[in-house]
């Protein structure tokens, strides 16, 4: 399957709202795991069959759901919390194109997590998808396993100010985990651009040339990733007050200069690429340039030497030299001046 876009052929001619999972399934079934929280209580369950909700309730709600394959579940949840099918329709497409979108009672913002896979060695996207309301956040992702590991360890321990703050600062929270994430999978790829340079300035190592474009071709992934991604955080900070507070729009300021950051460092390590090539392709022209002018040395310095052997090869009884005593030895003295003059020659031209 295509890693820009995915397959399809499988929601072609059905209607808008249709609920059609595209994508791969990667876990065999759903599993929903939820936290709540106030200053004072947390309380986590696996498995929540039950999803009343009341948005009159004290804390915040935080439901996760790894696995979206199973369309009549997720169809469940999106009933549960008044989500058009249109938002569920976009939360089933795994190539949906990052994007916030701001509902009646509820905000939907679709974007990407990027991981690096050891088996193939290349950089891998999972989508993730969040709606947040009135004191919930409802977070779907294609698998478990996510960068949330330190926003749950927050919440738990009660560090910072997540457990005092409503489920604005928690959308916050996941998004800027996100954004690091990106930040750390971009220096790791750049630790390993940079290391080429070595290589591309002596240009022997042939595999310079396959390193780069596998290099190019990961920018070019996360940079179809943290683009529109960016685009996601200034839309969060234009929104109405009834879903983004005062005080948490500081923190998406931060987050904005996060995304430019991430983005900047995409395309400093994508020209650092392209430096890169043209300096291999001047250092490999170089090479051969030197190689040529060794060659056009020797066959300039034997082309007299040459014509000498010609005339004195020829079957012809009356050359002169042919029949004298030390007409060898004379002939090879001629060659060696020949040889040394020109070489002299080739040194005050500075061509050696």
Not at 210 to 236: M, N, Q, T
Request: proline share 3%; hydrophobic share 40%; net charge negative.
């Amino acid at each position: 399957m295509a890693r820009f876009i995915k397959n399809m052929d499988t929601v072609l001619g059905n209607p808008p709202g249709s609920l059609v999972f595209l994508g791969k399934q990667r876990v065999e079934n759903i599993k929903i795991s939820t936290i709540e929280y106030d200053v004072e209580n947390v309380r986590e369950y696996i498995d929540d069959i039950n999803l009343d909700f009341n948005s009159q309730q004290r804390g915040v709600k935080w439901i996760n759901v790894d696995g979206i394959h199973d369309t009549e579940e997720v169809s469940r949840i999106g009933k549960a919390f008044n989500l058009s099918p249109l938002v569920l329709e976009d939360i089933l497409n795994t190539s949906q194109r990052p994007k916030l979108e701001e509902l009646d009672e509820s905000v939907f913002i679709s974007l990407k997590m990027l991981y690096f896979s050891e088996d193939k060695r290349t950089v891998t996207a999972e989508q993730m998808s969040m709606v947040f309301g009135n004191n919930f956040v409802l977070t779907f992702q294609e698998r478990p396993g996510d960068v949330f590991g330190s926003v749950r360890l927050r919440i738990r321990k009660g560090r910072g100010r997540i457990r005092k703050m409503g489920e604005d600062y928690l959308a916050y929270s996941l998004l800027d985990a996100i954004f690091e994430n990106y930040i750390r999978m971009i220096e790791f790829i750049g630790e390993q651009i940079e290391s080429l340079e070595e290589h591309v300035l002596v240009a022997d190592d042939p595999d310079v040339l396959e390193k780069i474009s596998y290099y190019r071709r990961e920018l070019r992934y996360i940079r179809k990733v943290v683009r529109p991604a960016r685009e996601i955080v200034s839309s969060f900070l234009r929104l109405d007050d009834d879903y983004v507070s005062d005080e948490i729009k500081p923190f998406l300021r931060d987050l904005a200069e996060l995304s430019d950051q991430a983005m900047e460092a995409v395309e400093v390590y994508r020209e650092m690429l392209s430096d890169y090539l043209g300096i291999y392709n001047s250092a490999v022209s170089n090479r051969l340039n030197e190689v040529m002018k060794v060659l056009t040395v020797f066959s300039t310095i034997f082309i007299p030497v040459t014509f000498l052997a010609g005339v004195y090869g020829m079957n012809f009884d009356f050359i002169p030299e042919l029949k004298l005593q030390y007409a060898y030895p004379l002939f090879w003295v001629v060659v060696v001046c020949v040889v040394l003059v020109m070489l002299k020659f080739y040194r005050n031209k500075k061509w050696i």
